[in-house]
């Protein structure tokens, strides 16, 4: 037997181009206003990793001072936005490391001396055998925000050569 349809029942069958028009016009308006809350979110993830990055190198840098009984430096460049080791405790080349695009160094602060270096040159810490540091005060933030809603500041304690992370809003 064949099953015959009332024209009623086909026409409640799918959807009209307009119903799936409007849906695909609310999901790119939900899209296109979600995007720059997420892009922000992941801007601010990787400061917090980049600060973590360059807090743990410091603290491999007074770990190898300590280990080795010689003084190790760690490296800064503003204007490059690069930090690494002076490996010359070794007797090897410098690696720096280059943090992604939208974070940047912004400043160094030396504790002892209380020179501020502004927004170009080079900074080092260095870190002695007994485990203190020259100390210092590292900042770091999202390039391109006008209002500083993220701010990283690194501090390295000159007499003990402990290195803390500080989230500044």
Known sequence: MRQTYSFKYISTLGFTLIEL???????????????????????????????????STLRYARSEAIASKKPVVFL????????GID?????????????TDPVRLTHFR???ENNTYGDDGEFTVTFFPQGNSSGGLIGMDIKGQKK????????????TGSTKIKKAE
Not at 22 to 33: K, N, R, S, T
Not at 76 to 83: A, D, I, P
Not at 148 to 159: G, L, N
């Open 21 to 55: 028009t409007l849906v695909i016009f609310f999901m790119a308006l939900i899209a296109g206003l979600s995007t720059p809350f997420i892009m922000s979110t992941l801007d601010r993830m990787e400061l917090q990793t980049s600060a973590r990055k360059v807090a």
């Open 76 to 83: 800064g460049n503003l204007t490059q936005n690069q930090y």
């Open 87 to 99: 490996q010359k405790y070794r007797n090897k080349t410098s690696k720096m490391r280059t943090l």
């Open 110 to 112: 030396n504790k002892e």
């Open 148 to 159: 500083t809603k993220s701010y990283y500041a690194i501090t390295i304690d000159p007499i």
